[in-house]
C-alpha cells in the first residue's frame, strides 16, 4: 500500500482542534537513499512514513512506515531532527485525511491520501525480474515504460506490414489480441516472418549501385577528373 502526502507551510492558529501527540520529522539515508521519516505519537508508539525529501507544496509518495519506540522523539539515532512538536488531525478516514504539525519551525498542514498500490505477488515478481537480471531496482520504473513502448511499436510495425502485404484480408483486431497474449521476444519472432515475407514481395535496393562499363564509362570518369582538376 502507498500513500500521496502533500505539506503546507502557513496553516492559520484558529481552529487546529485537540493536540492528540507529539511528532517528530527526521531526515534519513538508507540504503534506498536518502527520505523523510514523519513519526507521529500513538498509543505509546510511532507510526507514521517515509518519503522523498520533496519541496513543501508538492504531492510525494510515501510509504506506511511499522511502530517504532517513542525514544525517536527525542533520540536522534542515525537520523537529523527536521522539525519536531505536538499533532491533530483535521480530518479523518479511512483513505487518509489531514493534520496539523505545531512545531519549531511554525505550523503546517499535512494532507495523505491512500493509493492503491501493488499487490505483494506482483512486487515480488517485479523484484525478482530485477534480480535474475542483475539490475538495480531503481530502474524499475523506466524499465517497465522502455518494455511497454518497445511492445506497441512492435505491433504497430507488424499490424502495418500485415495491411499492406494482405490487405482486408489482414485480421487486425484478432493478431491485436493474439500478440497482447505474447512475450516481447515472440512478437519479435511474428515480425521477423512478416519482414521476411515484405521483402520478398518488394526486394530492398542494392546499397550500392555499380558504375558502367566500356567508353562512355571510362570518358565521364576522366570528364569529372579534368573538372575537378580545373576548379
Given at each position: 500500500m502507498f500513500w500521496k502526502i502533500r505539506m503546507d507551510?502557513?496553516?492559520?492558529?484558529?481552529?487546529?482542534?485537540?493536540?492528540?501527540?507529539?511528532?517528530?520529522?527526521?531526515?534519513?539515508?538508507?540504503?534506498?537513499?536518502?527520505?523523510?521519516?514523519?513519526?507521529?505519537?500513538?498509543?505509546?508508539y510511532l507510526l507514521g512514513w517515509r518519503m522523498a525529501p520533496g519541496v513543501d507544496g508538492e504531492e510525494q509518495f510515501a510509504s506506511e512506515k511499522g511502530p517504532h519506540p517513542v525514544r525517536w522523539l527525542d533520540e536522534e539515532e542515525a537520523a537529523v531532527v527536521v522539525d519536531r512538536g505536538v499533532y491533530g488531525w483535521?480530518?479523518?478516514d479511512g483513505d487518509g485525511g489531514s493534520l496539523f504539525l505545531e512545531g519549531e519551525k511554525g505550523l503546517r498542514r499535512v494532507v495523505v491520501s491512500r493509493v492503491d498500490g501493488l499487490t505483494v505477488e506482483v512486487a515480488c515478481?517485479?523484484?525478482?525480474?530485477?534480480?535474475d537480471l542483475e539490475l538495480p531496482m531503481g530502474e524499475a520504473g523506466a524499465l517497465i515504460v522502455d518494455g511497454v513502448v518497445s511492445r506497441r511499436r512492435a505491433v504497430e510495425r507488424l499490424c502495418g506490414l500485415g495491411r499492406e502485404l494482405d490487405g482486408g484480408d489482414f485480421e487486425e483486431e484478432t493478431w491485436r489480441k493474439t500478440l497482447g497474449l505474447l512475450s516481447l521476444e515472440e512478437i519479435h519472432g511474428q515480425l521477423r516472418a512478416f519482414e521476411s515475407r515484405f521483402d520478398a514481395k518488394y526486394p530492398p535496393a542494392?546499397?550500392?549501385?555499380p558504375e558502367g562499363l566500356g567508353d562512355e564509362g571510362e570518358a565521364s570518369r576522366s570528364d569529372a577528373a579534368l573538372s575537378i582538376v580545373r576548379g
Amino acid at each position: 500500500m502507498f500513500w500521496k502526502i502533500r505539506m503546507d507551510d502557513g496553516l492559520e492558529a484558529s481552529g487546529l482542534g485537540e493536540r492528540e501527540g507529539r511528532f517528530v520529522l527526521h531526515r534519513h539515508r538508507d540504503g534506498l537513499g536518502e527520505h523523510l521519516d514523519l513519526r507521529l505519537e500513538c498509543d505509546g508508539y510511532l507510526l507514521g512514513w517515509r518519503m522523498a525529501p520533496g519541496v513543501d507544496g508538492e504531492e510525494q509518495f510515501a510509504s506506511e512506515k511499522g511502530p517504532h519506540p517513542v525514544r525517536w522523539l527525542d533520540e536522534e539515532e542515525a537520523a537529523v531532527v527536521v522539525d519536531r512538536g505536538v499533532y491533530g488531525w483535521l480530518e479523518r478516514d479511512g483513505d487518509g485525511g489531514s493534520l496539523f504539525l505545531e512545531g519549531e519551525k511554525g505550523l503546517r498542514r499535512v494532507v495523505v491520501s491512500r493509493v492503491d498500490g501493488l499487490t505483494v505477488e506482483v512486487a515480488c515478481g517485479i523484484e525478482k525480474a530485477l534480480r535474475d537480471l542483475e539490475l538495480p531496482m531503481g530502474e524499475a520504473g523506466a524499465l517497465i515504460v522502455d518494455g511497454v513502448v518497445s511492445r506497441r511499436r512492435a505491433v504497430e510495425r507488424l499490424c502495418g506490414l500485415g495491411r499492406e502485404l494482405d490487405g482486408g484480408d489482414f485480421e487486425e483486431e484478432t493478431w491485436r489480441k493474439t500478440l497482447g497474449l505474447l512475450s516481447l521476444e515472440e512478437i519479435h519472432g511474428q515480425l521477423r516472418a512478416f519482414e521476411s515475407r515484405f521483402d520478398a514481395k518488394y526486394p530492398p535496393a542494392p546499397v550500392s549501385i555499380p558504375e558502367g562499363l566500356g567508353d562512355e564509362g571510362e570518358a565521364s570518369r576522366s570528364d569529372a577528373a579534368l573538372s575537378i582538376v580545373r576548379g
